[in-house]
């Protein structure tokens, strides 16, 4: 299995603000994903991020409110930027291990804007 | 992406076996059938997948119908531990594409 971490693990942030969120896997993989789960609700992919690559955002998403940067093939952030109270999520991580056919996901990000 | 359909909610008793169902009659046929759970204040994880046959690993067993529109995996003697919302999730091809996660079914067991 991958061993994934997320920094930081919470924060309450202002409206107004920005917030990166940082992950770092164990292991060099090609693929990683960032998602969403609002309060009550399932994940949303918001984004893929390749190593080498500008990111690939879902619909609904933009690179102006959750920039991606893919650094290399360990680590990855996560920018939430100008925030509002409808930001306030959880944002996890995910990296795809191609051997293994299964997706591994960080421990999330508990965000909550005010 | 196609859809999955799962009841919200299940309960079982402890040590008795746990039946989920999920239909996806949309199914094409590069689809893969994933099963990922997610405990609370937890990132998903890993079930099982499968294809076209039954599929059995130490967590679960996954059940695929012939026609391919319907699976039910099945945790056979059901923890506290199993507590989760359970996500069936159709996914295109092998591995490096993305997952679309449903809503899933939240599994409750009580002692």
């Known amino acids: 299995s991958a061993v994934i971490s997320q920094k930081p693990s919470r924060d309450i942030c202002q409206r107004g603000t920005s917030l990166t969120i940082q992950c770092q896997v164990d292991?060099?993989?090609?693929?990683m994903f960032w998602y969403r789960q609002q309060p009550g609700q399932s994940l949303t992919l918001i984004a893929t991020a390749n190593q080498g690559s500008e990111a690939t955002y879902e619909s609904g998403f933009v690179i102006d409110k959750f920039p991606i940067s893919r650094p290399n093939l360990t680590f990855s952030t996560l920018t939430v930027s100008n925030m509002s109270p409808e930001d306030s999520s959880i944002y996890l991580c995910s990296v795809d291990r191609t051997v293994y056919n299964e997706q591994f996901f960080g421990p999330g990000t508990r965000l909550t804007v005010l | 992406d196609a859809k999955t359909t799962q009841p919200n909610s299940m309960e079982s008793n402890e040590e008795e076996p746990v039946h989920l169902p999920c239909n996806h009659s949309?199914?094409?046929?590069?689809?893969?059938i994933h099963w990922y759970r997610q405990l609370p204040s937890q990132g998903p994880e890993y079930v099982i997948h499968?294809?076209?046959s039954n599929v059995n690993n130490r967590m679960a067993s996954l059940a695929i119908a012939e026609d391919r529109k319907s699976s039910t995996l099945i945790l056979h003697r059901a923890t506290l531990r199993d507590a989760a919302v359970y996500y069936c999730i159709l996914r295109a091809g092998a591995a490096g594409n993305k997952l679309t996660f449903g809503g899933g079914t939240r599994v409750l067991v009580k002692p």
């Open positions: 292991s060099q993989v090609t693929m």
């Open positions: 499968g294809l076209t």
């Open positions: 949309t199914i094409s046929g590069t689809d893969y």
